[in-house]
């Protein structure tokens, strides 16, 4: 059906509900699709369905995590188109066509992008919707879906950023900005997302400060100096006008205003030398897929 060969990587653990529904209809549209299910640690049949529909396997002793699986799969990939979806029913294959078309069309990235009404629930739509804020400002573009699970890449360019990629569930922000930073083409498509098979395995109230956490992650994976320098402004400014009332109230310079400046100080340094750590990261990433190739 597609011109060009291309790889499909299913992250799955416990999720054989999903993968009966979604494994025969990959097979029968995409027969020429290389097909890899890394099996996370999964303790359910999800090795049997894989040998039932003919698609390759890579088997985990142990559970090592969403961005574990997807980049095992992406190391095991043969082709260089590489298309990333769930094992859990949500996301469907009339949306792969549109996604490969894009990124065939000059993009390095295609993200599918989920409407509202495929949010699991009003809490994530907030928080995705603050990610997709927050990345849109840094990156100077609109994000639309910074968390999608679907999305196509180029794996020559994927490969480059596998070792800044975390092994839990923030591979998709990570592997988006780190796109971003280096300059590659981000593309979205629109995708409805249907509701997933069993239950989830992230838990609100044990991942809610590993989710606050991703907005600083955003930051410090494009431009540290973006998120360091503004504090140091304000923190600089709170100095002038702290000194401001203690000279015109007592007429001396304070040590609260010396911390404040100094502060300031700090933290700009800090950002200029994250920024400088994070250009040096990416550099190395890309000298050693230069190595390798």
């Known amino acids: 059906m597609m011109s060009e060969p291309f790889t499909i990587v299913i992250p799955a653990k416990n999720e054989s509900s999903g993968l009966t529904k979604l494994l025969p209809e990959l097979t029968s549209i995409y027969k020429d699709a290389e097909i890899i299910v890394v099996n996370d640690g999964s303790n359910d049949n999800t090795s049997e369905i894989c040998q039932a529909n003919g698609v390759k396997e890579i088997a985990h002793p142990y559970s090592k995590g969403n961005g574990a699986a997807v980049k095992a799969g992406a190391r095991s990939a043969s082709h260089e188109i590489l298309l990333f979806m769930d094992a859990d029913g949500q996301h469907q294959v009339k949306d792969i066509a549109p996604i490969l078309e894009m990124l065939r069309s000059g993009y390095d990235m295609v993200v599918g992008a989920r409407s509202a009404e495929g949010q ?33 890449v180029k794996k020559s360019k994927f490969i480059e950023f596998i070792d800044l990629l975390p092994n839990g569930f923030s ?65 600089f400014l709170l100095g002038v006008v702290y000194y401001l009332f203690t000279f015109f109230t007592m007429g001396r310079f304070t040590n609260m205003s010396a911390l404040l400046f100094t502060t300031s100080i700090l933290v700009f340094l800090m950002g200029l030398v994250s920024e400088q750590v994070t250009t040096l990261t990416y550099l190395s990433g890309k000298n050693r897929e230069d190595d390798n190739k």
């Open 171 to 235: 591979y998709p922000t990570t592997s988006t900005m780190a796109f971003f930073r280096a300059g590659y083409s981000v593309g979205y498509v629109p995708i409805d997302v249907l509701s997933r098979d069993g239950k989830s395995h992230i838990d609100i109230k044990k991942d809610g400060i590993r989710f606050l956490l991703i907005i600083f992650k955003i930051a410090t994976l494009y431009s540290p100096l973006k998120l360091f320098f503004p504090l140091s402004l304000a923190f």
């Open 120 to 152: 699991a629930n009003k809490h994530r739509y907030l928080a995705n919707a603050v990610y997709n804020k927050v990345a849109s400002l840094m990156v100077g573009h609109k994000v639309k879906d910074l968390t999608s699970g679907m999305r196509a």
